[in-house]
Nanobody, 118 residues
Framework: QVQLVESGGGLVHPGGSLRLSCTAS????????MGWYRQAPGKQRELVAS???????NYADSVKGRFTITRDNAKNTVYLQMNSLKPEDTAVYSC????????????WGQGTQVAVSS
């Protein structure tokens, strides 16, 4: 089993920055992808950003140029640096880890609230 613990959410003014962290522990396979989804009230969950153990990244169009995802494989930790935050970035952000080999299990963190408001 794998556990994910997130930190770093909070309230920030528009234009501000936050950094989310997510650390995985347990029976972790080395070939995996980690990342973040978000879900705002009344909206569908969307993938924000992901990064593989090899460093390949993927971003939602809405956050490109503002958010940066990185990871420390030695610490099994993924980071999401969020700059130039907008009110529409307000959501619950959930970290995940997906094994990239069969059976391709997916594990989730508990979610952390990000609120962007003046």
């Amino acid at each position: 089993q794998v556990q994910l613990v997130e930190s770093g959410g909070g309230l920030v003014h528009p234009g501000g920055s936050l950094r989310l962290s997510c650390t995985a522990s347990g029976n972790i396979f080395s070939i995996n992808a980690m990342g973040w989804y978000r879900q705002a009230p009344g909206k569908q969950r969307e993938l924000v950003a992901s990064i593989t153990n090899g460093g390949s990244t993927n971003y939602a169009d809405s956050v490109k140029g503002r958010f940066t995802i990185t990871r420390d494989n030695a610490k099994n930790t993924v980071y999401l640096q969020m700059n130039s935050l907008k009110p529409e970035d307000t959501a619950v952000y959930s970290c995940y880890l997906r094994d990239l080999l069969p059976p391709a299990a997916v594990y989730w963190g508990q979610g952390t609230q990000v609120a962007v408001s003046s």
